[in-house]
């Protein structure tokens, strides 16, 4: 995919920061729940928070006394960031199924 | 204003050993046998994903429960050369039913000799999945868009 994008894959490359962009995809979360899911300190959840929303693909919101932190909701940043990665991920997977097919006698009857 | 700024496509290619025919079935037959479990939306983890094989065709997700999820639709059905289905996963990981909100996916299949081809994947219309209304706000209100699509476009130009 277009790696050299500004549009974020270069900053969802960290495992980590992936991580916490995909648990946030699922659901919007404090720094202590993404803590409690990750093997990490809160500390280190919130820097890389940081990262992700100078990026673009995070934004917070204060609730209370709580901070939740989401995707950004305009969506396209985050979406084509999110999208990106699929994809690289995808290709990579169905290449592997194709190799593997063809080199399978008992699937070229299929 | 009448339209939405566009976002560029999103391009992949990769090269398979394998040949013309068997990558297109690859892709769409066995689908479910390549496509990365944790990239579904549905409640239930996904027991598999389903590309049926004809123009009008669902592209839709099995739940490990017997639920199903929608993708998308099969647009065009080419094989062993063509495929173009919609994704219809909004920014909320949700399907969106209306057809004016889908994204779409063209995949191009080409035989590089015998036994090797090449696979073009091409992503486009991303901005039907956002909401049509924050994004002429955005644009209108001088907000952060005019930056989002400027690094929208620097990202273009490595794919033109």
């Not at chain 1, 995707?71 to 194709?98: I, M, Q, S």
Request: glycine fraction near 10%.
């Amino acid at each position: 995919m277009d790696t050299n994008g500004a549009a974020g894959l270069g900053l969802l490359g960290d495992p980590t920061r992936r991580a916490i962009f995909e648990l946030l995809a699922r659901r919007p979360s404090t720094v202590g729940e993404l803590a409690q899911q990750l093997p990490i300190t809160r500390s280190a959840v919130s820097q890389h928070l940081r990262v992700l929303k100078d990026g673009g693909l995070v934004v917070s919101q204060a609730q209370g006394t709580r901070r939740i932190y989401r995707l950004n909701p305009d969506g396209v940043t985050a979406l084509r960031a999110y999208l990106d990665r699929v994809w690289e991920e995808a290709l990579t997977a169905f290449a592997k199924a194709a190799q593997a097919a063809s080199l399978d006698p008992e699937q070229e009857d299929q | 204003m009448s339209s939405a700024p566009t976002i560029p496509p999103l391009t992949g290619s990769i090269t398979v050993d394998a040949p013309l025919e068997r990558a297109f079935l690859t892709f769409t037959d066995a689908f479910g046998s390549w496509w990365p479990a944790e990239y579904h939306i549905g409640q239930a983890d996904m027991a598999t994903a389903i590309l049926e094989p004809r123009a009008g065709g669902r592209w839709y997700e099995q739940g490990s429960d017997g639920s199903e999820c929608d993708w998308g639709r099969v647009l065009a059905w080419e094989p062993p050369h063509r495929l173009v289905v919609t994704w219809q996963i909004n920014g909320q990981w949700q399907y969106d039913p209306d057809p004016e909100h889908a994204s779409e996916i063209e995949v191009r299949f080409t035989a590089d000799g015998p036994d090797q081809t090449t696979v073009n994947l091409e992503h486009r219309h991303l901005e039907r999945l956002v909401d049509g209304q924050a994004l002429r706000d955005g644009i209108t209100g001088g907000g952060g868009w005019t930056s989002l699509l400027e690094l929208f476009a620097k990202a273009a130009t490595n794919q033109a």
